[in-house]
């Protein structure tokens, strides 16, 4: 039997339009963007044109696009970034920022290492649909405040933070905050237009949206300054050293167009085949229940437990029966017994959380097939 894949959370395959793009960039235009020889010139025209592509999706200028190996160091650049400027100019000692208990661990973990190391950090809780408090995040703001974090679609569950909301509440309790996001998830499904959103800095990632691995994207506001995190080249306007990927960057920026163009179709599709797929799932038993918002959750996304079945259980007999899902976030490893995500939801069990994300060709056929290879599961 061919395998159903709903584990496009975590990676998605490459589009065949974004491969074909890329194909060029190996071994005909493939010299080093940063010469100034022809061939280094020719390259670095296609990075540029690459940037300005992403910065018009966005709604940003070109010199706000930053590029880098993926969606974890784009978080990383931004938050460790701005917390190593403010530190090079003597004025990060006082200061206080938050992000969500329901971050990727590329943000959580940040805010828990300068939390070790004394500074001021918040962690905002949410509703038991994993949207943030508001009242809570109010509370928390104040003068000494310098930024906030919270994740645009969490990658688990697949709630949808309403960004302009939070911004527009930040903005008017201190207006000199820097607010990034995490919208490595979002692309796919929901907008991304940068006035839109009300943020500062976001990171994005290429393999979420059928583009290539290893690269990733950062937008930051020409307002924002930064300190590099690496060090040892000027490229990326000093912020991020090292040769720039030509094909990856190419690949990502072809998958952003065709991403941007083709939303409305993909939500179109998408979006009645997670519905039954949720109705399903919550018909084969009572013990069923929905993890996060329904009514705030990206169109790809269904998070179920079964009450008093262990998610590692159910993971390895659907995998064994064809089905590729996944329990939590890949980049939390073995660390963690059971999901964060779940306990932050005020979940009576942590440990039960099925996560199936769907993509743009997934059939009805396939969801069906999945639940009777689930249903089979539970009665067994």
Not at 172 to 183: C, I, L, M, S, Y
Not at 352 to 379: M, P, Q
Request: glycine share 8%; hydrophobic share 35%; proline share 4%.
């Amino acid at each position: 039997m061919k395998r159903i894949y709903l584990d496009h959370a975590a990676a998605t395959p490459l589009d065949k339009r974004v491969k074909e793009a890329m194909e060029p960039f190996w071994s005909e235009i493939f010299a080093n963007p940063g010469n100034e020889h022809k061939d280094g010139l020719l390259a670095k025209e296609h990075l540029e044109k690459s940037r300005e592509t992403i910065s018009q999706i966005l709604g940003v200028r070109r010199e706000e696009i930053f590029f880098t190996s993926g969606g974890t160091e784009s978080n990383s650049l931004a938050l460790i970034g701005f917390l190593n400027y403010l530190e090079d100019k003597g004025k990060l000692d006082g200061s206080h920022i938050i992000t969500s208990v329901i971050e990727h661990p590329s943000v959580l973990d940040i805010f828990k290492k300068y939390k070790k190391k004394g500074l001021g950090v918040d962690f905002v809780p949410v509703t038991g649909d994993g949207l943030i408090n508001m009242r809570e995040l109010e509370q928390m703001i104040n003068e000494d405040t310098v930024l906030v974090s919270i994740v645009y679609v969490n990658s688990e569950i697949g709630t949808v933070q309403p960004l302009k909301e939070i911004s527009n509440l930040i903005k008017k309790k201190n207006p000199r905050v820097v607010f990034h996001t995490d919208a490595s998830q979002a692309p796919l499904y929901l907008e991304i237009k940068v006035d839109g959103l009300g943020v500062d800095m976001m990171s994005m990632d290429g393999q979420k949206i059928y583009g290539p691995k290893g690269v990733g994207v950062l937008y930051k506001n020409r307002n924002v300054n930064l300190s590099p995190v690496l060090l040892g080249g000027g490229q990326e306007r000093g912020l991020r050293p090292g040769t720039e990927n030509v094909p990856l960057i190419v690949g990502m920026a072809k998958a952003f167009e065709i991403v941007e163009s083709e939303r409305p179709e993909t939500l179109k599709k998408v979006l009645p085949i997670r519905d039954h797929f949720i109705d399903s799932s919550l018909n084969l038993s009572d013990k069923v229940i929905l993890n996060g918002s329904r009514e705030y959750r990206s169109a790809g996304n269904v998070n179920i437990s079964v009450i008093g079945q262990d998610s590692d259980f159910l993971f390895i007999k659907l995998d064994e029966k064809g089905v590729s899902c996944a329990t939590k976030s890949v980049c939390i490893g073995e660390k963690e017994e059971g999901s964060y995500v779940l306990k932050a939801l005020g979940s009576p069990d942590v440990k039960t959380g099925v996560r199936f994300s769907l993509g743009r060709d997934t059939t009805k056929e396939e969801i069906d097939k999945v639940i009777e290879i689930f249903s089979n599961i539970l009665s067994d």
